[in-house]
């Protein structure tokens, strides 16, 4: 991708008067069933999609926030909060890089992210909330020559409704939890892929979110469907700019694998965690959930959390169809004041299908990490298999590493292992390390990426880089 | 779906009712508790897989009907009682429907024994269920062990009822002196035809230095109901090594809580839980490392067959600075049933740095080529099951830390394995 | 090349080193043995500044600069190689990797460029070829699941890779079959040089009958208590350290 290229996608968005038109519409912080028609109208969505967001905010409403994860933090305003994302204004952006947060600046730097791309992600020249979807229109006609749809969430509604309507809500549906719920009533805007019958996507696609206004709420919501046969291999990365107040993100991710399809979802989160003080930072509650609907799919998640203040997030795959597989690899990093409880849902209820789980936890600072996981094998479930193996590192006295994992098992044919680990990075081996001439905090990056090494081979090579980039500066300071 | 709830006007009148001695004030405490908090339900994390709905209900007709005592047979109960006192030689303190019996006590033993209406110091309360106990509870024991003795120590909590619904209560301190070596066997046991809830706290505090080797077995009539709370508190260097057996009961709620308060203390603590038709075993263990170093070590093992489920929560806590803290917890179960359910949840919350902490869990089935292999040498395959399933139990049979105990562990759980793997397997 | 004078140690709360001096020269080699707990792996650690052996008394110079004020990596990158008597394993973390940071770390210091990932890797095989050692260990976790003869012969890779001034091994022998060992000696000797120095840690006599030591040390509660040629170890093999002990004491 040259930054011509870039540029000029730039310029045809601004072409469509995005811009202009969200300005005269964003709306005030507050959530009523007003909002909700007043997002829906801003999209000029079918009437089924409204009424589908209504039902969703009504049940909401009957609902209340979860309080078993290991996570401590103010309630969440959910009236302060504006529910419709306007980007901001020519005006209140920064003109160049010179306005940008040096610190900002500084990681990307150490991120090895090119000039062009960090002035995007500075938020400098592109306003969109989700920049890759349009990005990715470069690629329309190579993806259109395969069958392949990839677009907006809002494109999806209006262009392919018979799509949307068969399988949103399908895997999660509204009333599956509190944020999902929220989100089902507010969504903003997000992905939406469908692969066709046999198809293999013949690409990775990326989309990079990114919360820009102060006090807006993001709900993002991505649909994947992969028809049979199919295969697809979907990239997520996040930022977020510096505040001092909390943000609240509450995404929901559906993924469809039909019959012998094959879906590979990988995350780099890094949502702005919040100072060293605990100051500002994201919360990020999402709901992501993959079905293998068909016999011989399979799904699988790869993520590596750095990011936000809170993450609450537990990638699931329900294992419906014979033979379906799912897997789970993460890391997650938690320093300073952060804190996460993330893992998984492993639920086999087809004969003969497979999970693994790889949960590799590391905790720095003051932070609190906790790994969350179910396994769950229904009684018609025959022989079914679950290994996991779930580690984690501790580094400094003050921070906690936990581990919660549930396993329901009622049918006599599975298999289950489970496997977990607490150390530390032993002073042996930094020792060793710098009698070899390496200095302690290469060491320590050397040893944490070792730690990390089954979860960042699953990923996409050049989100492995950053992955093991990103994993460095956040541990920044973490030793010594 | 919402939990029966425990009759609490009921209970007032029982408490009311019972002897005005020296337990009265903790009584009436444990009733306020009770009254502001109730019982636990499956809303609770600690309860989310055992419903207590059948404690409640046998509590609330026993209540109803007068919350008396309610021994039925004397001759059905004497025999119970002799054939464990037979089987196990140990100097036995019983509390038979909860009424503490000392008869087959040897007082010359240098075991010092006092009940809690003797003396005044208050005894501990700080979950529902031990609150339940302290309201109803007719007198404790007081235990204090200052060397070490020819026979293990044996507290037989032994219950008999033919009537609709029965309720009792055991309690029972323990106290080992520094520096001692004691053994204690712990017998849970109940008989008859009627409904029947037994509730017991055991609190074992173990000197500095001592070493405490402690069995439980419980073998309560399928059907019965118990809730069976042990808290060990080491100090020390001291050692604890433990080993617990569910042979019986239907509902049956298991809470080991050990605290580590004191460096150097070694825990090592196995259990065995056997289950078939009708029968849910809970075992809850807690373990909190508050200061290192020190080690702790679980291995619970399950036989599921039938009808049935299990749950095993083991839960291991490093608080902050519990430096050279080593945690294992292992838990693994054979399911032999299309209707057997284990629930397994091993949990650890480390807020310390220099620290090893492990755990391990396995679900599975008996090894496929092994069966075929006896069934080639011309065992049938129930025969080959049990044969493979007793392997699996054996080891932590020899594990039993009391010698006087071990040929009783060994036949009850033959006779129980060979009740559960009746039929092709 | 090294001068240690009256040096002074103690881990936790026991002292180890009580005043010991060494000198070592450019080209020399020279053999340290002494009976367990001397203080032979003690020397090693504090010369590659390990921080759990604190220093309490005395100096070392190292090439005209004062060790003690050097960080451990400084000193690795300086020219010090330590063979570890335990090396440790760190999962995970690729054995080619690791080498690979460590040469640059020293190239850097030296202020040459960074050695190229195919130049590299040619030097490493030829280095392995030479030590017996599987192509295949470079795309292993450091001393991940190897044996006690394979850390050994990794230690001896890292230390023909890292090309040091001054490498000191510790009881690199022990735990050694006798090609292990033949492997090992040969790496040593190829390393030997004008411009090298090698201190060899050992227990036995064997080691040095394929190394050739300049100067045999005995070492006994943290003192040398006698210097001597290769013949020490012979003799010290024949008659024992109670032997040497009774001598100094008498």
Request: glycine letters at 8%; proline letters at 4%.
């Amino acid at each position: 991708m040259t930054s011509e290229n870039i540029e000029s996608i730039v310029n045809r968005r601004y072409e469509h008067g995005f811009v202009t038109d969200i300005e005269t519409e964003s709306l005030p912080p507050g959530l009523d069933e007003g909002v909700v028609r007043a997002i829906s109208a801003r999209k000029n969505e079918p009437e089924f999609m409204l009424e589908w967001r209504l039902q969703a905010y009504r049940q909401w409403l009957e609902m209340a926030e979860p309080e078993w994860a290991h996570l401590h933090y103010p309630p969440v305003k959910f009236n302060e909060i504006s529910y419709y994302a306007a980007p901001k204004s020519d005006a209140d952006r920064p003109k160049s890089l010179d306005e940008v947060d040096p610190k900002l600046l500084e990681t990307y730097d150490k991120l090895g992210i090119p000039l062009h791309e960090r002035a995007r992600l500075a938020g400098v020249a592109v306003d969109a909330v989700f920049d890759s979807v349009s990005v990715a229109t470069t690629f329309k006609d190579k993806l259109s020559e395969a069958g392949v749809i990839f677009c907006s969430f809002s494109e999806a509604v209006r262009e392919h409704p018979e799509l949307v309507k068969k399988y949103l809500g399908s895997v999660v549906p509204r009333r599956d939890n509190f944020y999902a719920a929220l989100n089902s009533a507010v969504f903003s805007d997000g992905s939406f892929v469908y692969i066709p019958k046999g198809v293999r996507c013949p690409m990775e696609l990326s989309t990079y979110f990114r919360i820009n206004a102060a006090n807006t709420g993001q709900f993002e919501r991505t649909l994947i469907i992969a028809d049979e046969g199919s295969h697809v291999s979907y990239l997520e990365g996040c930022t977020a700019p510096m505040r001092d107040e909390n943000q609240l993100h509450a995404a929901v991710v559906e993924l469809v694998a039909l019959e012998g399809a094959e879906i590979k979802y990988s995350t780099v989160q890094n949502w702005y965690p919040g100072d060293e003080n605990g100051v500002g930072g994201i919360y990020n509650f999402v709901t992501k959930r993959g079905d293998c609907r068909g016999a011989n799919s399979k799904i699988s998640w790869t993520q590596v959390e750095t990011g936000s203040a809170i993450t609450w997030k537990y990638p699931s795959c329900l294992l419906r169809g014979e033979n379906s597989v799912g897997e789970f690899y993460s890391v997650a990093v938690a320093n300073n004041m952060q804190q996460a409880d993330t893992g998984t849902k492993m639920i086999h209820i087809g004969a003969n299908t497979s999970s693994t789980i790889v949960s590799k936890g590391i905790s720095a600072g003051k932070a609190q990490n906790a790994y969350r996981g179910l396994v769950k094998v229904m009684p018609q479930a025959h022989g079914a298999r679950n290994h996991t193996q779930c580690d984690s590192l501790l580094i400094g006295k003050e921070c906690g590493a936990h581990t919660f994992p549930y396993m329901e098992i009622k049918n006599p044919s599975a298999r289950i292992e489970h496997e977990a680990t607490t150390s530390k990075i032993s002073a042996d081996q930094l020792f060793y390390c710098r009698q070899r001439g390496i200095s302690e905090e290469d060491a320590v990056n050397m040893i944490v990426n070792g730690f990390c090494k089954e979860v960042f081979k699953e990923l996409p090579m050049e989100f492995a880089v950053e992955a093991q980039a990103l994993l460095n500066v956040s541990l920044e300071g973490a030793v010594g | 779906m919402k939990q029966v709830a425990l009759s609490i006007d009921d209970l007032r009148e029982a408490v009311l009712r019972m002897p005005d001695d020296a337990l009265m004030a903790t009584r009436e405490a444990a009733l306020a508790n009770l009254d502001e908090h109730g019982l636990p339900s499956v809303r609770d994390e600690d309860w989310k897989y055992t419903d207590l709905g059948p404690a409640i209900d046998i509590s609330n007709r026993w209540l109803a009907n007068g919350a008396t005592i309610t021994t039925t047979s004397n001759d059905l109960l004497a025999d119970a009682i002799a054939a464990i006192a037979g089987a196990i030689d140990a100097n036995w303190l019983i509390i038979a429907n909860g009424v503490i019996d000392t008869s087959r006590f040897d007082e010359s033993s240098g075991i010092e024994v006092q009940r809690f209406s003797e003396s005044a110091a208050p005894f501990v309360m700080d979950r529902p269920l031990a609150d339940l106990n302290a309201a109803l509870l007719n007198d404790g024991l007081r235990v204090q062990i200052h060397a070490a003795t020819e026979k293990p120590l044996g507290i037989l909590i032994i219950d008999e009822t033919n009537a609709g619904a029965a309720v009792s209560q055991a309690n029972v301190e323990i106290e080992i002196a520094p520096g001692c070596d004691a053994e204690v066997i712990e017998y849970q046991s109940s008989t008859g035809t009627g409904d029947h809830f037994g509730n017991s706290v055991i609190t074992l505090q173990i000197g500095q230095a001592a070493i405490a080797s402690y069995v439980r077995i419980q073998n309560r009539r399928i059907g019965h109901v118990q809730s069976g709370r042990l808290c060990a508190t080491p100090g020390r260097d001291a050692r604890l090594n433990m080993a617990s057996y569910d042979l019986g009961g239907g509902l049956v709620r298991n809470d080991v809580d050990i605290d580590l308060g004191e460096p150097g203390a070694d825990v090592v603590f196995n259990g065995l839980y056997l289950a078939g038709d009708g029968q849910h075993i809970d075992n809850h263990t807690r373990v909190d490392h508050r200061v290192g170093p020190a080690s702790s070590s679980q291995e619970y093992r399950g036989i599921l067959n039938g009808r049935c489920r299990c749950v095993w929560n083991g839960k291991a806590i490093v608080h902050a600075g519990a430096d050279g803290t080593d945690a294992n917890q292992a838990n693994h179960n054979l399911l032999l049933s299309e209707h057997a359910e284990i629930d397994a949840k091993p949990e650890l919350e480390i807020y310390a740095d220099d620290v090893k902490c492990s755990h391990g869990t396995t679900v599975g089935q008996l090894d496929e080529t092994a069966l075929f292999y006896l069934r080639t040498r011309g065992l049938d395959k129930r025969q080959a099951t049990q044969l493979l399933t007793h392997a699996f139990a054996a080891d932590l049979v020899g594990r039993a830390p009391v010698a006087a105990a071990i040929d009783e562990i060994t036949s009850l759980v033959e006779s129980r394995l060979a009740d559960l793997i009746q039929e092709e397997a | 090349m090294l001068e240690i004078n009256n040096l002074k140690s103690r881990v936790g709360d026991s002292d180890i080193l009580r005043g010991l001096s060494l000198s070592v020269n450019a080209g020399e080699v020279h053999a340290i043995m002494g009976p367990n707990g001397s203080g032979k792996s003690t020397l090693a650690q504090v010369i590659a500044g390990h921080e759990d052996y604190v220093v309490t008394g005395g100096d070392v110079q190292y090439q005209g600069k004062d060790l003690l004020d050097l960080k451990p990596e400084e000193r690795a990158r300086e020219g010090i190689f330590l063979g570890f008597q335990y090396p440790v394993e760190i999962p995970g973390v690729n054995n080619a990797y690791l080498l690979k940071a460590a040469v640059n770390a020293k190239r850097k210091h030296q202020g040459l460029g960074e050695v190229d990932a195919f130049e590299f890797l040619k030097l490493a095989r030829e280095k392995m070829a030479a030590l017996g050692m599987d192509p295949k260990f470079l795309n292993r976790g450091v001393n991940e699941g190897f044996s006690g003869g394979e850390k050994k012969r990794n230690e001896i890779l890292q230390m023909a890779m890292l090309e040091p001034s001054l490498a000191i091994l510790d009881e690199t022998d022990s735990g050694l079959d006798i090609d292990a060992l033949k492997a090992v000696a040969q790496g040593v000797n190829t390393l030997r040089g004008p411009d090298r120095a090698i201190i060899l840690i050992t227990h036995y006599q064997r080691l040095l009958d394929y190394i050739e030591p300049d100067f045999v040390h005995v070492l006994s509660e943290g003192r040398i208590i006698r210097s001597g040629d290769k013949t020490l170890a012979l003799e010290l093999e024949e008659k024992g350290y109670e032997w040497v002990r009774e001598a100094a004491s008498a």
